[in-house]
């Protein structure tokens, strides 16, 4: 999967396309699935490391979580749940070649 753009500019037609379309659907599609499994799950903590994780190994890798906004203080709690699981150098980063995936 290829990162989108994250210049967040109104003229853009990439950002533009993602406000417009999908944008307002994955939030609901998140809040729900956050919603449900912190109600079910015996550590939801551990969960949504996992799913920080296997979503970062999606991207290439964990940087990819941050990469909109890498300086802000939410950026930095994110990055630091991910790398707990995915190593400081993306070591363990799912389907990274490291853990046995492919690239
Ligand atoms: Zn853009």
Not at 19 to 33: D, H, L, Q
Not at 74 to 87: H, I, N, P, R, Y
């Amino acid at each position: 999967m290829k990162p989108g753009c994250r210049c967040g500019g109104f003229e853009c037609p990439q950002c533009q396309a993602w406000r417009s379309g999908p944008a307002a659907g994955i939030r609901a599609a998140a809040i729900e699935a956050i919603t449900q499994a912190a109600a079910h799950e015996h550590s939801f903590p551990e969960w949504l490391a996992d799913v920080l994780a296997v979503a970062a190994g999606q991207l290439g890798s964990s940087y990819e979580l941050i990469a909109g906004r890498p300086g802000s203080w939410e950026a930095s709690l994110v990055d630091e749940l991910v790398k707990g699981t995915v190593g400081y150098n993306d070591e363990y980063l799912p389907g990274h070649a490291g853990r046995g995936g492919q690239e």
